[in-house]
């Protein structure tokens, strides 16, 4: 079902006339739009030499986050680990940085490039426990399409 979204996805991110955070942001909309249980998606990078994650383009309500130190909450966690991170149940985590308290879940999937990880692709979800392999499978499949334009 995720995955009918993929021929959009490729031709967002093959917008020659977009640069690129354009391009991110027509993605982080069309998730937010298309996939019911989305309602915050966006893109966080390494900032620079610095160990921390700078806010990048996002769809959904404004985030106070805009900075998040390695190791803090489930993104900056993701920085160090380099895994998938899902969590069905924010309220049962302690490192976790609370955006909205409307969020009951958050997905947050790592980009590599060259093997390297520079930034992560956050989803929080309204809905408890919405997330399956289908859902990381997407956004690995959309990072790894990033990683090659960049
Ligand atoms: N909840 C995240 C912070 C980013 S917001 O979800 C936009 C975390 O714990 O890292």
Redesign the pocket.
């Known amino acids: 079902m995720l995955k009918e979204l993929q021929p959009e996805i490729n031709e967002l991110l093959s917008n020659g006339n977009a640069g690129m955070d354009e391009r991110l942001q027509g993605i982080c909309e069309l998730l937010k739009d298309r996939v019911p249980h989305y309602d ?1 998606v ?1 893109f966080y990078f390494k900032n620079g030499d610095k160990e921390e994650l700078k806010l990048g383009p996002y769809a959904g309500a404004p ?1 106070d ?1 805009t900075i ?1 130190p390695f190791g803090k ?4 966690q993701v920085a160090v680990s380099n895994q998938n991170f899902v969590v069905p149940d924010v309220n049962a985590q302690d490192n ?4 909205s308290i409307t969020v009951k879940a ?1 997905i947050v999937v790592p980009l590599f490039l060259n093997g390297e990880n520079i930034g992560q692709i ?1 989803i ?1 979800s309204n809905t408890p426990d919405p997330f399956t392999e289908e859902d990381e499978k997407l956004l690995e499949y959309i990072n790894s399409e990033i990683a090659k334009i960049m």
């Open positions: 915050w966006g985030t986050h998040i909450g489930i993104c900056g976790y940085i609370a955006c958050e956050d929080d």
